[in-house]
């Protein structure tokens, strides 16, 4: 996507990259404007402390009794902050690894009967961290039958470190090399972020009777850029580039993850040149890298869970390729 840097602003559309040789490719097309009048500054900060708890849970409705395990911690937590005059929890999350819940699947429809419980929990206090900590010493010999272990024994507080990204102009630094002064000779230009590109959606052609799931279309790659993620999608053949995009809005894509949060939104580029799109998808990770207490921090499984899509409507899929 287009996007400000503070050397190159690239903006891909038209790039064309061919095959050159053995371990060789060639770009062309590739464009940009010229360097801001900004040095882009990358600062962290302290912002409370977080732990989590995994532990494995096993027998029939592991799901639900490990949910109900995790909660009624937390709450035992909350009535003992009550009592000692300390601010409740900032933020809680309680997943069921291997019931379905990084794919939006509803807690109460799995059959699960082997899981791992994750319990991450946020407060300003170490100390309060330090008392669920505790808590759970209990809850994992005297609640609820299957819970096995706290893995990797007791958590420990540990705190958030935040991104916090900004601009700062270059005529208010002074830089100098080697004792001699330095100056950017190109403070005479200014550079804003781009809006984001206005998505001309295309109509679904039906061709067929046959569906595929998206991963037999497309290669698929996701990752985060602080609180949001990178969803990237490439065409196996550029035949199927037209279908995919008509296929593929940022719209479907947000009612497709949706259980990544309230806040999520979602923005398409499209990338002909490599026939591949690009879904940048703002608030979905809870915070995104240290600052948040999900099992998947960093996006990196966006990619696969959004393998599943399901495009219907094409030819056998020997035609496109």
Request: hydrophobic share 35%; aromatic share 8%; charged share 20%.
């Amino acid at each position: 996507s287009s996007g400000i840097n503070a050397e190159w602003p690239l903006r891909p559309g038209g790039v064309r990259i061919t095959e050159a040789g053995e371990n060789c490719v060639e770009v062309r097309g590739a464009k940009g404007s010229m360097p801001s009048s900004f040095y882009k500054v990358s600062a962290t900060y302290v912002d409370g402390y977080k732990a989590t708890m995994m532990a494995p849970m096993i027998g029939p409705k592991a799901a639900q009794k490990g949910y109900l395990n995790a909660m009624s911690n937390i709450e035992r937590c909350r009535r003992i902050f009550a009592k000692k005059g300390m601010a409740d929890f900032t933020e809680t999350n309680v997943e069921c690894l291997g019931s379905g819940a990084n794919q939006g699947r509803k807690l109460d429809e799995s059959d699960a009967e082997e899981i791992v419980v994750w319990s991450a929990v946020r407060h300003s206090d170490k100390a309060a961290i330090q008392v669920w900590a505790k808590e759970l010493a209990g809850a994992s010999t005297g609640m609820a039958p299957g819970f096995t272990t706290m893995l990797g024994g007791r958590p420990k507080p540990t705190p958030i470190l935040r991104f916090a990204p900004f601009l700062f102009p270059k005529d208010q630094v002074r830089i100098a090399v080697n004792d001699v002064p330095f100056a950017s000779t190109n403070s005479e230009h200014c550079q804003v972020s781009p809006a984001s590109p206005a998505e001309v959606t295309k109509e679904v052609v039906r061709e067929g009777d046959e569906s595929y799931r998206l991963e037999e279309l497309a290669f698929l790659r996701s990752g985060d850029k602080g609180n949001s993620a990178n969803l990237g999608v490439i065409c196996r053949s550029p035949a199927l580039y037209p279908i995919l995009d008509a296929h593929l809005t940022s719209a479907t894509v947000k009612t497709y993850l949706q259980h990544l949060g309230p806040n999520l939104q979602v923005t398409k580029y499209k990338l002909p040149g490599i026939s591949g799109f690009n879904f940048v998808l703002e608030s979905a990770l809870g915070g995104g890298g240290v600052a948040s207490l999900r099992s998947d921090p960093q996006g990196k499984a966006i990619g696969q869970i959004f393998s599943n899509f399901k495009v219907e409507g094409l030819k056998s899929l020997s035609e496109y390729m």
